[in-house]
């Protein structure tokens, strides 16, 4: 299950060159379910190259901060710009990877055509999933341990398997940018390595990898960068000066009532 | 004893609409199964009959066109209400289903029942319950018809409608099953990928709508609903792959509408009894009776086989899943 | 309108007007069974049991024809409906047992299976040299008008019990669908509960055949309770609201059906029904589209005004 170091030489990212504007840069981000506000005036800068956490209390607007980023759900206001232009879907460059828990694992797919969706946007409309797409999808699976299930049924694999299914398929996209949702909850201690490892891959070659991650322990031996979300931000930058008691007392501590609560009867 | 003419201009036209019904619609099923959505083939079918109301009211017309985009139109329009009712209301899909084809399925049959839409041949009754005889190919003597471009213009209209329908739907399956299948089973990632999974939805419950429609004439309404859940659920039962389901629902669909039709017609033959059973109804049953006995008997997921394989996992000691892997 | 008038205070003959007190308290019937479906999130079960209750009508009917030499008997018929509806009930449950297929597609094959079985019935029925098969029709979509002297008793009768049953249980249902898990916890047999709540919607149903109608009879269990729902949070008034507003929709829905030609009972109801959820879903005070709107302008108001205040973009 480990990699073996002879499948990553044989398939090395290339290195991108040092892009001088940010991967994703995000100005006054307000989502609101109905009337009551989830994201409120959220500032975020991603580094050129890195692993950003995305941390928070239950609640807090992470995940909807990476759906709104991506436009999967409206926002109220804010602006959201990648790589200084504004998202361009086709291109593939921005890897999304949902919580393992948003599908229906029981679905009649085996892993290998899973990692294969990753190439959709460059197969394009209309035509068909061909041998070679699929090969290729072999190759990431491999890259994550999962070579020998590739034509399992999707719902035969363990969860951290499932995960691994689910990296392989934003790798397969060969994206510049990747944001993870919860990549390391419920994951099996093999599972969680492997994934850890290709996320320091993924920096070595120039990535900018942002996840929503629950388990606060594990930031500093994993991430560089961190972002404290309660609504609002409450802190970004370095871990070392984000992680501050006084941070997280402000994140974690006394419900966080953003003014507007008071404002809209929320 | 059946003969070959009235085999020709009765059974043939009302089996073949029967079957490409059911193949319509459960080829379709498919996906409408996958993304959790069988009950809007129950909203989809019920909206169909305001949808001829109103359209009959509009152009005062019977003809067939206006009727079948009055109908598409009210079933596009069904799933909007649906949704804005589940959001607006903040109910779970069932209920929000639940009240929307009641209340337009209701505003139908006071519709028809109110304005001049009963005295032409639109009846709540068929409605309900299709009619399935009804559909004749007069003048289909001898098989020299089946290849007679005269005598085959003449076929019945719900047939030909069906048949355009059916192909339609197979090609739209064909064209389109990577993106209906990533639409389906991931939509999140879909749509960041820039593949549109809510316009693809749409896409699946308009074809959905029209096949309800160009089904409805022939099967009733409600039947429309067997026709979309039972093959594919059938299906699903049998298969892990999707590739196969689909062609294992055709399979279910082609033998329900055979199969059921060649009860309904022949079989009160064999006791002496002239007149046949309802067709559509007989359709219905007998897919369900498939996807009774693929839920019983099939290989892995079936009920008998799960039973075995849990008193299997009990006598070696461990707790097998019942669910044939790790959940 | 004198004919409206007369009917809503029922003053159109006997049989109306024990027709429509029978609506009513059906009404009140199907908002309390309601309200604790729709919390349960099992209310299109409700649509699978009317719908199957077909076959077992036209059974029943068969039946009375060959034994009694009379089709037409309504406890016959009911027991029937009833007894169809519940195997109905129990394939759904059998289905969604063995795991493989979600409960909207085990509520939708069942449906269709059963009516389709029924539609069968119903054609070799037709074909029977015997009168009376028109008796079955206004099962379809339900006729206050049609039914005899002891057919609208009986119902209203019934109805009148299942309210009283409904309210007995009360506190055991709120548990069931309000914390079912905390209800196990502390000893209260919750599969047994809902084995309650589903012979609740089976009299319900069973009941209201005659005045609603299979195919609609969804509509007077799910629109009292979601319309409720739409003006409180609080199971205490949801609960009296769905019935208030079944009450309305089943009295003044028979009434019109009795008062205006070519009305069936059942889509006149259900149309009541969903007047009433129309208007609420824009008046409600706190659900309400107006008032959710004018909550969602306030809050972009707020977010322009710390806009202003917001240093420019990086």
Not at chain 1, 29 to 42: C, E, G, K, N, Q
Request: proline fraction near 5%; charged fraction near 15%; charge should be positive.
């Amino acid at each position: 299950m480990v990699l073996s170091s002879r499948i990553r030489d044989s398939f090395p990212l290339p290195p991108r060159p040092a892009d001088p504007v940010s991967p994703l840069a995000v100005a006054g981000l307000t989502v609101a379910y109905h009337d009551r506000p989830v994201l409120w005036d959220v500032d975020f800068v991603a580094p050129p190259a890195g692993l950003v956490a995305v941390l928070g209390p239950n609640g807090a607007g992470k995940s909807t901060f990476l759906k709104a980023v991506l436009g999967l759900i409206p926002k109220l206001a804010g602006e959201v710009r990648f790589f200084g232009r504004p998202l361009d879907r086709k291109s593939g460059l921005v890897a999304y990877v949902p919580q393992r828990t948003a599908v229906d694992w029981d679905f009649p797919i085996t892993a290998v055509e899973v990692v294969a969706m990753g190439l959709y946007h460059r197969i394009g409309w209309l035509r068909p999933v061909r041998r070679r797409h699929l090969e290729a999808a072999r190759v990431q699976l491999d890259r994550v341990g999962l070579a020998d299930l590739a034509d399992r049924q999707i719902g035969q694999l363990s969860g951290g398997q499932q995960q691994r299914v689910f990296l392989a398929r934003a790798l397969a996209q060969d994206a510049r940018l990747y944001l993870l949702d919860e990549p390391l909850a419920g994951i099996d201690a093999a599972s969680e390595q492997v994934v850890v490892e290709l996320l320091r891959e993924l920096r070595a070659t120039g990535r900018t990898v942002i996840v929503v991650h629950h388990d606060l322990e594990s930031v500093p031996g994993i991430f560089d960068e961190a972002m404290l979300l309660n609504v609002r931000r409450i802190a970004a930058g370095p871990v070392g000066t984000v992680l501050t008691p006084a941070n997280l007392a402000r994140a974690y501590g006394v419900t966080f009532a953003p003014k507007v609560a008071a404002v809209v009867g929320g | 004893m059946i003969e070959l003419a009235d085999f020709l201009e009765l059974d043939l036209p009302a089996l073949a609409t029967g079957t490409l019904a059911a193949l319509a619609c459960g080829l379709l099923g498919n996906f409408l199964l996958l993304q959790r959505r069988s009950l809007l083939g129950d909203a989809v079918s019920h909206v169909v009959l305001p949808g001829i109301v109103l359209a009959f009211l509009v152009t005062g017309s019977t003809s067939t066109w206006p009727m079948m985009l009055g109908a598409g139109a009210a079933a596009v329009a069904s799933v909007f209400l649906i949704d804005l009712v589940q959001r607006a209301a903040r109910i779970e899909a069932g209920a929000a289903m639940g009240v929307v084809l009641t209340s337009l399925f209701a505003l139908g049959v006071v519709l028809l029942e109110q304005s001049g839409a009963r005295a032409v041949h639109l009846d709540v009754e068929h409605a309900l319950m299709g009619s399935l005889e009804g559909i004749v190919w007069l003048g289909a003597r001898d098989f020299s018809a089946l290849v007679d471009p005269d005598r085959l213009a003449t076929l019945p209209e719900p047939l030909l409608r069906l048949a355009v329908v059916t192909t339609m739907v197979a090609l739209l399956l064909l064209v389109l099953r990577k993106e209906l299948t990533i639409a389906s089973f991931d939509p999140g990632y879909a749509t960041s990928l820039g593949i549109p999974a809510r316009a693809i939805g749409l896409v699946l419950l308009v074809a959905s709508a029209v096949a309800a429609v160009a089904a409805f004439a022939a099967v009733g309404a409600i039947l429309t609903i067997a026709m979309f859940v039972c093959p594919a659920a059938t299906a699903r039962m049998l298969t892990d792959r999707l590739g196969r389901q689909i062609a294992l629902s055709a399979l279910a669909a082609l033998l329900a509408g055979t199969l059921g039709y060649a009860l309904a017609a022949w079989a009160p033959l064999l006791f002496g009894s002239e007149r046949g059973l309802g067709a559509a109804g007989m359709i219905a049953v007998v897919a369900g009776c498939l996807q009774g006995l693929s839920i019983l008997l099939a290989p892995r997921y079936g009920a008998l086989a799960r039973a075995r394989a849990r008193s299997r996992g009990r006598r070696s000691g461990e707790g097998a899943t019942a669910r044939g892997g790790v959940p | 309108m004198t004919d409206l008038l007369s009917a809503l205070f029922l003053g159109a003959g006997y049989n109306s007007a024990v027709a429509t007190l029978g609506a009513a308290y059906l009404g009140v019937a199907g908002g309390l069974v309601g309200t604790f479906l729709v919390l349960r999130r099992r209310v299109m079960l409700a649509d699978a049991l009317s719908h199957a209750t077909l076959p077992g009508l036209v059974l029943a009917f068969l039946c009375g024809l060959a034994l009694l030499g009379e089709g037409r008997i309504l406890p016959v018929l009911l027991f029937g409906a009833a007894a169809s509806a519940a195997l109905a009930g129990l394939a759904v449950q059998g289905i969604v047992a063995n795991r493989r297929l979600a409960e909207d597609a085990a509520i939708a094959s069942v449906l269709a299976c059963f009516y389709g079985a029924g539609i069968v019935l119903a054609s070799y029925l037709q074909s029977l040299p015997v009168g009376g098969q028109a008796g079955l029709q206004r099962f379809l979509l339900g006729s206050a008008a049609g039914m005899l002297r002891g057919e609208a008793e009986l119902l209203a009768a019934s109805a009148v019990l299942l309210v009283l049953f409904t309210g007995l249980f009360a506190k055991e249902l709120r548990l069931l669908c309000f914390d079912p898990v905390h209800a196990e916890a502390h000893g209260w047999p919750v599969a047994r509960l809902d084995l309650l709540l589903l012979a609740l919607l089976l009299a319900l149903l069973v009941i209201g055949l005659q005045i609603v109608g299979l195919v609609l009879e969804l509509a007077l269990v799910v629109v009292p309770a979601v319309t409720a729902r739409l003006w409180t949070e609080r199971l205490g008034r949801m609960l009296p609201l769905a019935a208030a507003i079944g009450a309305a929709g089943g009295w003044i829905g028979a009434a019109l059906s009795a008062a205006l030609p070519r009305l069936p009972t059942g889509p006149s109801i259900v149309l009541v029904l969903a007047a009433i959820f129309l208007a609420s879903l824009i008046v409600a005070p706190q659900r309400g589209l107006l008032a959710v709107a004018a909550r969602r302008r306030r809050l972009v108001r707020t977010l322009a005004a710390e806009g202003l205040e917001r240093p420019g973009s990086p």
